[in-house]
């Protein structure tokens, strides 16, 4: 077959956005298949993020492929002098079926790199399915990212038909985006990968709020009806919500047979048993959005059973929210020191899964501390920023 060349160029709203989408529709990811509908917004992924790019490659006047970046300053501990830099995100690489194999995907992360490099950024790191062979090939063996962290991603079907009960020994108060910004900052500043622009990110419209429960006993010492957050609670625990659906939905071309099975039977129960109250198991073959707990952090004794009070008080407020779209999940994604939320956040194992981070040093003055960066077998806390889900 004769070779024909092709180009990288910047992505054109209004010249491309339709054969962006006709691609992405025709590219289905890793071994579920996955498809996003970006719902006539292709950048809407990165559109939030402090610096975005978005590029395409171009053959006979036809997009045969697309990636996306970003770019924000976060903490990264090893990292000198203060403990902060400047990192790079890769999401959202496409090649069309017909031409994969000729270089086209490594040209568009080649070009990506570039214009990290050209912004200063010290580190690029993807985020992928653990079990995305191709990817994780291609990105490890060719580019030389490398393995980092792998954080689990929580999910949970919502019962549009049923609310949880929360214990009326625990409190569950909203608190405004400045006390949130001042938590975050002072209790999670240093968890690996908080953005220093936590502020952008609380106050984006797409973030529904932050919610912190307590003890009865304890609530007094919170300090929340006050103008600044003093003192806290021995016990106590925190989490905000981002609203996903609003921007992208999802959807699976292929699940386990397993996981097929039972999704039929529980439908089937609930069918012939509704006083069981079963949850509602979303239609995953069909576009669905979801809405996704971020910032969760907990201290004290007892303080998992407020974490998992709060997200009973995220599934109800999600169940009675007036979304289009029947089908609704919460997501959450937790990962090193912050392992053993997995027992305290509801999901289904079923169709929760692994997370794989890999990252690589672009400058060579950093090589250092790359090294300590990915053998470090110390876990540490991970925040999950809700602007790269």
């Known amino acids: 077959m004769e070779f024909k060349e092709f180009i990288i160029r910047s992505y054109e709203g209004q010249s491309d956005r339709a054969q962006v989408e006709d691609l992405e529709r025709r590219c289905k990811v890793g071994p579920s298949e996955t498809m996003l509908d970006s719902m006539g917004d292709p950048i809407s992924r990165i559109r939030n993020s402090p610096m975005y790019i978005m590029?395409?490659?171009?053959?006979?006047?036809?997009?045969?492929g697309f990636i996306q970046g970003s770019i924000k300053v976060v903490t990264l501990k090893c990292h000198p002098p203060k403990g902060i830099a400047k990192v790079g995100y890769v999401l959202g690489l496409r090649v069309a079926p017909?031409?994969?194999?000729?270089?086209?995907?490594?040209?568009?992360?080649?070009?990506?790199?570039?214009?990290?490099?050209?912004?200063?950024?010290?580190?690029?790191?993807?985020?992928?399915?653990?079990?995305?062979?191709?990817?994780?090939?291609?990105?490890?063996?060719?580019?030389?990212y490398?393995?980092?962290?792998?954080?689990?991603?929580?999910?949970?079907?919502v019962n549009n038909h049923h609310s949880f009960r929360i214990s009326s020994n625990i409190d569950i108060a909203k608190v405004n985006i400045d006390k949130a910004e001042s938590l975050y900052r002072r209790f999670m500043g240093t968890t690996e990968f908080f953005p220093s622009d936590i502020e952008n990110v609380l106050r984006?419209?797409?973030?529904?709020?932050?919610?912190v429960a307590t003890f009865k006993w304890e609530n007094a010492s919170f300090g929340l009806n006050g103008p600044n957050i003093g003192q806290v609670p021995k016990t106590w625990a925190m989490l905000s919500v981002w609203k996903s659906g609003d921007i992208f939905k999802?959807?699976?071309?292929?699940?386990?047979?397993?996981?097929?099975?039972?999704?039929?039977?529980?439908?089937?129960?609930?069918?012939i048993f509704p006083c069981f109250g079963l949850s509602t198991i979303p239609d995953f073959f069909s576009p669905f959005g979801f809405y996704?707990?971020?910032?969760?952090?907990?201290e004290g004794p007892c303080s998992g059973k407020l974490v998992r009070a709060l997200c009973k008080f995220v599934h109800n407020m999600v169940s009675k929210s007036k979304d289009e779209n029947c089908n609704k999940i919460?997501?959450?994604?937790?990962?090193?020191?912050?392992?053993?939320?997995?027992n305290h956040i509801p999901h289904w194992k079923l169709f929760s899964c692994p997370d794989l981070w890999c990252i690589k040093a672009l400058k060579s003055d950093g090589k250092n501390t790359f090294h300590?960066?990915?053998?470090?077998?110390?876990?540490?806390?991970?925040?999950?920023?809700?602007?790269e889900v």
């Open 250 to 271: 999802l959807s699976i071309g292929r699940a386990p047979n397993s996981c097929l099975f039972f999704t039929k039977s529980w439908s089937l129960v609930d069918k």
């Open 292 to 298: 996704f707990m971020y910032g969760v952090y907990h």
């Open 146 to 157: 490398t393995k980092f962290r792998t954080p689990a991603i929580l999910v949970n079907p």
């Open 372 to 387: 300590e960066l990915v053998t470090d077998t110390q876990p540490r806390s991970l925040f999950v920023d809700p602007r």
């Open 204 to 211: 984006n419209k797409l973030s529904l709020g932050t919610w």
């Open 55 to 64: 590029l395409v490659a171009e053959m006979d006047n036809e997009l045969v």
């Open 98 to 144: 017909q031409t994969r194999r000729k270089g086209i995907g490594s040209s568009l992360i080649q070009r990506l790199e570039e214009w990290f490099n050209s912004n200063d950024v010290d580190y690029a790191y993807v985020a992928t399915e653990k079990e995305n062979h191709a990817s994780i090939s291609l990105f490890m063996n060719k580019f030389g």
């Open 330 to 342: 919460i997501v959450a994604e937790v990962g090193g020191r912050d392992e053993e939320l997995n």
